[in-house]
């Protein structure tokens, strides 16, 4: 494997490499992202923001008491958000655990959703601590099942002891289960990671190991993805395609819980990373509640109001 | 897929300018005699006429200073003085959206920045030596430190407010009474203020507001009744109003020009480090006397930091101050602008290499694409001269101690910054840099209770902190 040429796939290379990336001055990437959080987005602007942030959210749902009812609901809303309102853009995609995926490829099949994709999570999602075998099999279940899409964790215990090469192998390993059959998307848990110094190691360590995606968290720990994490992010995807012409696509998830958050994190993709990365091929936003508050907003710039949410539907 | 900001203007309809002013003296707004528009500098609309104050206006405010100090003013205890600042700060936080769109519209710069710096720091300013009011006696400056009577205050075009209330916050706060002059471009939120002075009762005389040219201030300078000077401007300048009050009892502050370094060594957080270079030149539009308008980088990583400075600069959007998104505002004045235009043609000449992003620049208004020098070395003219404008000289250097002797290699000592990930470089660099502020890993940063001021030519004094107090008092009995 030739890991772009940068790195020979031994450890002690990728730990050299890793150690030569510029530090992160904390103080002045949280100063970038608040000044970026400033942008007024008004008018023809906001309304393309919001259907751009439509079409960019993996619709989720990681609970221990999802059903195949539940599923089909997210599907349902996934495909047609507004269903009073056909101009409104199907999601992202459909993101749900391995168990779930085949019920949801079926629904969404037999719905008119047949472009919207299904990921899954897994390696032993959300704390990955599981042996390689595990991790393997729950990989090939969801891609058996119809999973375009593997939302990976890396293994933070690793990561933080300074197993880089560890860490680099299982995403390596896990891309070659997905093969070309779905695309791999690793995630930091970066509020486990904490330093935005390991975030932007982690973003290189992901990228140069195949990653498709870089994603900030499982959502199930807080802090999630902050505007000044995801600007680390971004900077390092705007640098690795300079340095390898190859564009890796990056997901927040966890705490974007409205239009302005979403908004915001357009600002930043559209500063920092480029124009070219805002499509859902290049960035997605892994959200639950975030939708609903996007069709309200969006049905305010139509009416002038903001509506009650009784006029979104729940699921 | 193109993301375009929609046009985001922030209204003006908060704000409303007279036609004409005249000056504020003894509590009360007095017509002037002589008149001479102030534009917008975006657009080059007249926003209203300003008074030229001569010297019978100047006689008339320093004299009803000098009344207000004796007989009410050197009265009220300090805890008194202090509540009269926390009405002011109050109510200039209250009207922080009117003053942030007048600031705009007189001086050019983007309200972004005057809604989130420029005026939250006048508030600052306002509240923090307000607190000082009633605790002189444990400033450090003695047992009983006094106010001197009667300051004199001559102010800058650049942060109009702000440098009204690093002026007058502390003069007030220490006992002093005041005359201001702000400067003939930029008024108006002077005399807003005094609207303020008004509002929050402050007694007659206490602050008086007077309009006018370099030939009020120099009356305001020579006249026998003011007992302490307080300037910040030019270097130039500041040596005229040096060479007058010598020999006299006048104790001054001047806070003057500066060339100021920016020392980037080559383990900087490198994306961090093209946004402090970006603030410290473009910020103001680069009307600061403390920007880092000397960009002094190690060799090795020159060609990697230049190439993402300008991938950086490309994403600055310049045009109409009045639109929140707006990141680079108007230049000031058609005179600034020549100087900068004359400065930069220097630079060409003397064989530097010119670069801008592309801009789209409004025909109207006065306008200068942010621009960087490569190439420059110390024997240039835009390496010495303060440009004033967004114009960054970019040099070389090899070791740190080459990166040390060209920063102090100047006249001036205001500022400098540098970028480093090792703390102890950083040290090291701070206690060797003849500079008067530094900023570590940032740039641009100011608090009230920092004490601002620089080495050499670019002045005497500091402002704000306890330091700053020193300079409004002198020791009690």
Known sequence: MSFYGIVDGTESSLKHFLAQLPGVDQVGADARAAMLATRSIKTTSKRWAIDTAISMVDLTTLEGADTAGKVRALCSKAVRPDPTDQTVPSVGAICVYNDMVAIARTHLDAIGGKHVPVAAVSTAFPSGRASMAVKIQDTQDAIDAGAAEIDMVIDRGAFLSGEYGLVFDEIVKIREVCGDRAHLKVIFETGELVTYDNVRKASYLAMLAGADFIKTSTGKVAPAATPPVVLVMLEAVRDFYQMTQRRIGVKPAGGIRNTKDAIKQLVLVNETAGPEWLTPEYFRIGASALLNDLLMQRMKMDDGYYASPNYVTID | ?477
């Open chain 2, 1 to 477: 897929m193109t993301f375009e900001y929609a046009p985001a203007p922030e209204s003006r309809a908060i704000v409303d300018i007279k036609a004409k002013y005249g000056h504020f003296i003894d509590g009360k707004f007095l017509p002037g005699k002589k008149h001479f528009a102030t534009i917008n500098p975006a657009t080059e609309e007249i926003l209203s006429q300003i008074s030229l104050g001569g010297a019978s206006d100047v006689d008339k405010a320093v004299a009803a200073a000098q009344k207000a100090y004796t007989k009410t003013w050197s009265k009220l205890s300090g805890k008194e003085r202090g509540k009269y600042l926390y009405r002011i700060a109050r109510i200039l936080q209250e009207r922080a959206r009117e003053f942030a769109v007048l600031e705009t519209l007189d001086n050019g710069k983007p309200i972004r920045e005057t809604r989130d710096i420029d005026i939250p720091l006048v508030a600052a300013h306002f509240f923090y030596h307000a607190g000082w009011a009633d605790k002189l006696d444990y400033a450090g400056l003695g047992k009983s430190p006094q106010p001197h009577g009667v300051a004199g205050q001559i102010i800058p075009w650049n942060f109009p407010l702000l440098m009204l209330a690093w002026k007058v916050a502390p003069a007030l706060a220490t006992g002093n009474t005041v005359v201001l002059k702000p400067a003939e471009n930029t008024s108006l939120t002077a005399l807003l203020f005094a609207e303020v002075c008004q509002q929050a009762e402050l007694p007659d005389g206490v602050v008086n507001i007077v309009t006018g040219d370099g030939s009020t201030g120099a009356a305001i300078v020579n006249h026998p009744g003011i007992h302490k000077i307080a300037f910040t401007g030019s270097t130039e300048v500041g040596k005229k109003i040096a060479r007058a009050i010598a020999g006299t009892n006048k104790k001054a502050t001047l806070e003057l020009g500066g060339k100021g370094a920016n020392i980037v060594f080559d383990d900087a957080p490198l994306e961090e480090t093209v946004e402090g270079i970006v603030n410290g030149i473009f910020f103001n539009q680069g009307h600061v006397c403390c920007a880092g308008s000397r960009l002094i980088l190690q060799e090795g990583i020159a060609d990697e930091l230049i190439e993402k400075l300008k991938v950086r600069m490309a994403k600055i959007r310049v045009g109409d101050p009045l639109d929140k998104n707006t990141d680079l505002g108007a230049i000031n004045s058609r005179e600034q602008l020549s100087k900068i235009q004359e400065l930069t043609s220097a630079g060409d000449a003397e064989g530097a290499e010119r670069w801008s992003p592309a801009c789209n620049l409004s025909a109207k208004g006065f306008w200068f694409a942010p621009t960087i020098f490569t190439g420059v070395t110390q024997a240039h003219r835009i390496a010495r001269e303060e440009i004033f404008g967004p114009v960054l000289s970019i040099l070389t250097f090899r070791t740190p101690q080459e990166a040390i002797e060209k920063a102090n290699n100047t006249p001036f000592g205001l500022s400098a910054g540098v970028w480093s990930e090792k703390g102890s470089r950083i040290l090291w660099a701070t206690q060797q840099l003849r500079a008067g502020v530094v900023w570590a890993n940032t740039f641009n940063k100011f608090d009230p209770a920092s004490p601002f001021g620089g080495y050499k030519e670019s002045g005497w004094g500091r402002e704000g902190g306890k330091h700053g107090l020193a300079a409004y008092l002198k020791e009690g009995k």
